[in-house]
């Protein structure tokens, strides 16, 4: 399976600050997706991406935050004023087709201060 | 909502024992899948498993769709194996997955 990267590995920001998550996937014929995963917690499903728009969000994916494709090749998500609650490991996940197997990035930690 | 509930929470086991994970749900899935997630915090996908049976060395799953559940078995188990194993399955078209709270398996040397 293609190896996918997510930069940076740690990230720590000031509550209120913009952050920006990156996901450099191989091939532009995939389902891309964000999870995070609390510490201690289950992890939970963000949005889901493909062909250029966003196909499902969760209840949490809400205004603060957003995902592109800016350049065609890096993913990014993208949380526009950050809050403690925002601290988490957040993974950018990919699959070759809807409802099939489902591989995960390296991950970014990031922590609100 | 849809609830997918892992059993045990946690397990410790001696080095070359065997083990066996649960995971219910409460509706049918589409996709059930298998994780493990390594003491470094990364999520590797170990089984894609709608249905039946699948192995992979040490490892095997079988998911029985219509009664709700999965398992995952860990033979001769190695301290490698620690980590946090979480199923995870979708209840609807798309590609959005619901995942347990995670079995926590330490394996001692």
């Known amino acids: 399976e293609p190896e996918v990267t997510q930069t940076p590995s740690h990230q720590v920001t000031q509550m209120g600050q913009e952050v920006i998550l990156r996901c450099v996937p191989i091939s532009n014929h995939l389902y891309f997706y964000w999870y995070r995963q609390i510490l201690g917690q289950k992890v939970e499903f963000l949005v889901s991406f493909y062909n250029n728009e966003i196909s499902e969000k969760s209840e949490i994916f809400d205004d603060q935050f957003s995902v592109e494709r800016p350049d065609g090749s890096n993913f990014t998500l993208k949380i526009r004023s950050t809050k403690l609650e925002d601290s988490a490991m957040y993974f950018c996940?990919?699959?070759?087709?809807?409802?099939?197997?489902?591989?995960f990035g390296s991950g970014t930690q990031l922590s609100v201060l | 909502g849809i609830q997918v509930e892992q059993s045990p929470p946690d397990l410790i086991l001696q080095e070359g024992a065997n083990s066996t994970l649960r995971c219910n749900f409460s509706d049918s899935v589409n996709n059930l899948q298998w994780f493990h997630q390594n003491p470094w915090g990364q999520l590797i996908n170990l089984f894609y498993?709608?249905?039946g049976t699948k192995q992979n060395g040490r490892l095997s799953a079988t998911t029985v769709a219509t009664e709700r559940y999965s398992l995952l078995y860990i033979s001769s188990s190695q301290t490698t194996d620690s980590g946090v194993y979480f199923c995870?399955?979708?209840?609807?078209?798309?590609?959005?997955?619901?995942f347990g709270q995670g079995t926590e398996l330490s394996v001692k040397p």
């Open positions: 995870a399955g979708n209840y609807n078209q798309g590609g959005k997955l619901i």
């Open positions: 498993i709608p249905s």
């Open positions: 996940a990919w699959a070759w087709r809807e409802d099939e197997k489902l591989f």
